[in-house]
């Protein structure tokens, strides 16, 4: 953990659009979701678990929609062109916030799968930033 | 804008809770609002208009949530007698995404004093992580 | 319970504003995850359980978002002036509305402390309503 | 405006359910709706009269939502025999929140009306507590 | 199954109104309602049925909405005349998706039932469509 | 508008999964949002327009997540291999809903647009049902 974070740039998305996005929304909830995989895993009493189940659905749910906002409102026919694999990294980071992801599984190894997902797409998107 | 923006540690909340939380929620979504009063202001077609109201009306909620989360959530008993102004900075950020702020008008210097209260608020907050 | 309820003045919150406000509405929400800690505590059926939890989930939080509204949208600052422990009421009942209250466990006292709390604050609202 | 208002039994609803119902919290919605119409009235500020359309929407529907509720999971067979025209009066109550009422009108006579069928309503509902 | 299935005419609902109305939104959430209820009493792993029961709420409140969007908002006072039962069904079948039907049982017979339950109502709404 | 309609297998999405899908519920939605560009260009008035811009951003978001929801949780890397151009399909349909699409525009042919690319997508996965 950082001792001090300094204030960054950050940004968001609408549809106006305003122009702002940022993978770090889809990462903030994924990270969520890691942590209460660790929680489950270390806690066998079952409202526990039953809770963490349930903001574990809602949580892989938002990786979801923050994905789906940046592959069609952000990224753009050029961008697809230039990165081919983009259609399928996106397509595989949100079926691994989905059934056969971290939905299904209360797994910290699937969270920390679909953590690393999310930073390849990240990696792409600050590069398309850069461009 | 950062050419290249490294992964960061970012973070989030639910209520398990667990354990992750990040002011870069709420400047995520102020950041959109202040990209929208501008957009708003440079732009008099009247359907924009209109659908620039709805998406700001929006993001505000979201500002508000995400800095009422932190408030209740995060911060403990400690904190706020190390920070005394603390509640009323909260108070303060929050109502300024309201009617009375960034709800009630399509003004970017008003979404610029929200900026920089939620600003205020990372400080304390990263402040307190060191600790 | 009375025979018959006369038609009383109700209030609501928006952030038009519309100037209605009332705390019956996390009231009502409170009195609701009361009667589902008692419901649990009396059920053992694990269905019924699972189904409880998730329901008390969200009426927890709908207790905490009317309580943000009161604190954000009808409180101003005279009122914190007047009653200088209003913040830290807010915070707490919050609280007892998160993961170390009513979410947190399906224990009927909690619900009776956030109850109380609610009432300490409507007491205060409509003294400020008097004034 | 009552000067002190004591501590109600208020009342809210689940699908657990809770057994809590009460027609405040469609009362509430529908004062917010009648009181958005006044203000709509009276203030020609296009970004205002935008802002006024959209809450109201969002007020109309809740409602409707909260009549909803009442009509499918607090009445039962032995009222609708009781009230035969309780059927009727809930439609007309939930259609006077809709298109043809307060969501298509910001008319202060229509959320009028809807605020008076909505105490036909509260007033049955309290009578078969009574019973 | 249908070997393919053509492209119908299918309709929506909202309160403009945009005039499109259909009962296969309802249909299509009690179908899943059904599909769950299956998979839920053939796997007994206990992660599996809580989000079984976690969906099952949301699928259900989903039957109920848009029957209740219907009910208020397609079915008309001349409707209600030629088809007297007609509230007494939507009741029934609101009823029959809450805590007394497929929200409180993950029972597939009573799913059957909301199903039929749907179809009563479909084959009154497409009669009306012909009229 | 066929005169009776035939009950249909319809089917709907969910995370558990349920297994049942169905292009219908985007369909239905973008139904929707061509008859609100229809009302809006034959009507002038301002509270009908600001109304329909609501209500268009609404079911245009709705178009967007029922298409989400086929390509990551129906189509599954077969699907892809099989259709190479089906990424490309659901990109340009969601970006059709959105602020470039009939979000941004109240325009009947950008609406029809957004049906038939729908109905390119219906096509494929029906044919998929058939496999
Ligand atoms: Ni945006
Ligand atoms: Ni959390
Ligand atoms: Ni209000
Ligand atoms: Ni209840
Ligand atoms: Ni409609
Ligand atoms: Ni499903």
Known sequence: ????????????????????????QARIEAESV???????????DPEFRTRALIIKEQRSELVKHHLWVLWTDY??????????????LFNEATKLAGAGGSKGQADSAVAEQLLSKIDEIAKIFWETKQA
């Open 75 to 88: 990224f753009k026919a050029p961008h697809f062109e230039k990165y081919p694999n983009l259609h399928q």
């Open 1 to 24: 953990m950082k001792l001090f974070r300094p204030t960054i740039i950050v940004s968001a998305h609408c549809d106006l659009p305003c122009g702002v996005y940022d993978p770090a």
């Open 34 to 44: 890691k942590a209460i995989c660790d929680k489950y895993q270390a806690n066998t």
